[in-house]
């Protein structure tokens, strides 16, 4: 059974940074054909922070470039969202997502609150 944990996130300053954290287990990291971290917030619909078709051709939303980087830990089974610069307009559930073998299964979320 394919599970994404997440962990990380929180409430920060603008201006200040945060790593999210997606573990994924049963199944072999190799088998994953696209990471990405999506972003729900109350004005907005779900959109698409940071995407990686795998291994390593990251893609972000414009808001994003230039302070979020999105990376992966094969020893590990892991894929990261670092997040720096934080803006309050950042704010949201952040839910980490893998495709792989047609299927598409996603992390359980966590917030991110930006605010001073």
């Known amino acids: 059974q394919v599970q994404l944990v997440q962990s990380g996130g929180g409430e920060v300053q603008p201006g200040g940074s945060l790593r999210l954290s997606c573990v994924v287990s049963g199944t072999a990291f190799s088998a994953i054909y696209r990471m990405a971290w999506y972003r729900q917030s109350p004005r907005n619909e779900r959109e698409l922070v940071a995407g990686?078709?795998?291994?390593?051709?990251?893609h972000y939303v414009d808001s994003a470039k230039g302070r979020f980087i999105i990376s992966t830990d094969g020893a590990k089974n892991t894929m990261y969202l670092e997040m720096n610069s934080l803006k309050e307009e950042d704010t949201g559930v952040y839910s980490c997502?893998?495709?792989?073998?047609?299927?598409?299964?996603w992390g359980q979320g966590t917030q991110v609150t930006v605010s001073s």
């Open positions: 997502y893998a495709m792989m073998g047609g299927r598409e299964y």
């Open positions: 990686l078709q795998m291994p390593s051709r990251p």
